[in-house]
């Protein structure tokens, strides 16, 4: 004799409910009961966590830039004017020393320019939280030059564009055959 053949009888009957529980608790389908459990995190803060590490991993030493790439910097940074939208890559310490930390790309309206207290100060549109709260407005982001990689944006061009050079015309060659022999 089978095991299943005790039970074929109701093996394809639904399971009997109460009426009262039926009338409190209805029945639900299996994706609703999977709705409920989906939000559920059972090593909480386990992401977060994974996260860090992975920042952690993107940390880097400060790049420190050749002479000729400091001069391209400074021929772009000779063409940036307050209200231009402008991306800039930056080194953002981390640690008290200043010589670890991360490579930050940013996007935004340039609010000031500073040369003598050589800083940028670019609207990116994010909001900083203080003390709790959120502030009303954006806030800007202060760069300084010495962090500064890299700058672009709509407005920057070649510096002898820029200046107005045109380049110098290129040398003619003499097209005439050599009779000289």
Known sequence: MDRNDNFDDIIDMERP?????LRKHPKMSPQDRAKIFAPFAALRGHS????????????????ELSEEE??????????????????VV?????NANGDVGFDVTATGVVNSIDPVYRILKINTGRTNPK????EKGSVDDVIRFDDLLDVS????????????????APE??????????
């Open 172 to 181: 003619i060659e003499d097209s005439f055959p050599d009779y000289t022999e």
């Open 48 to 63: 977060e966590r994974l996260g860090e590490e992975d920042v952690k991993l993107l940390r880097s030493k400060r790049t």
């Open 90 to 94: 930056y080194f953002q310490p981390d």
């Open 70 to 87: 400091a001069e391209i910097l400074s021929d772009k940074l000779l063409q940036v004017k307050k209200g231009m939208t402008v991306t």
């Open 131 to 134: 003390n709790g709260t959120f």
């Open 17 to 21: 409910w109460p009426r009262d529980t």
């Open 153 to 168: 944006g709509p407005d920057i061009v070649d510096i002898d564009k820029y200046l107005g050079i045109e380049e110098p």
